[in-house]
Nanobody
Framework: QVQFVESGGGSVQSGGSLRLSCAASRYTYSRYCTGWFRQAPGKKREIVASIDSEGRITYGDSAKGRFTISQEPGKTTFYLQMNNLKPEDTAMYYC???????????????????WGQGTQVTVSS
């Protein structure tokens, strides 16, 4: 069982920045994906960014060029730096982990089995 502590959400104006943090309980799996996902009311949960055990990073189309995912070296703490936020970025943001997968599997929301509680991001125009 993996537990998470997410933080960093809040309300900002369009063009502003936020940094989300996800501190996961320690796990020692050699192969894993960690992802940030978001879900707006009435919409499907979608990938924002993922990073795998090899350090390979994938971004969803909405995040490219504006968001950056990173991992604290040697720790199971992950960040999502979000710049130039837009009203359409308003959503609940979740971090998640799946063990035993890596690479292109990290993009698929259906593969993740451990989820954080979510942190709300609201961007006003």
């Amino acid at each position: 069982q993996v537990q998470f502590v997410e933080s960093g959400g809040g309300s900002v104006q369009s063009g502003g920045s936020l940094r989300l943090s996800c501190a996961a309980s320690r796990y020692t799996y050699s192969r894993y994906c960690t992802g940030w996902f978001r879900q707006a009311p009435g919409k499907k949960r979608e990938i924002v960014a993922s990073i795998d055990s090899e350090g390979r990073i994938t971004y969803g189309d909405s995040a490219k060029g504006r968001f950056t995912i990173s991992q604290e070296p040697g720790k199971t703490t992950f960040y999502l730096q979000m710049n130039n936020l837009k009203p359409e970025d308003t959503a609940m943001y979740y971090c998640a982990v799946v063990h035993g997968l890596s690479g292109s599997w990290c993009k698929d929301v259906r593969e993740y089995n451990y989820w954080g509680q979510g942190t709300q991001v609201t961007v006003s125009s």
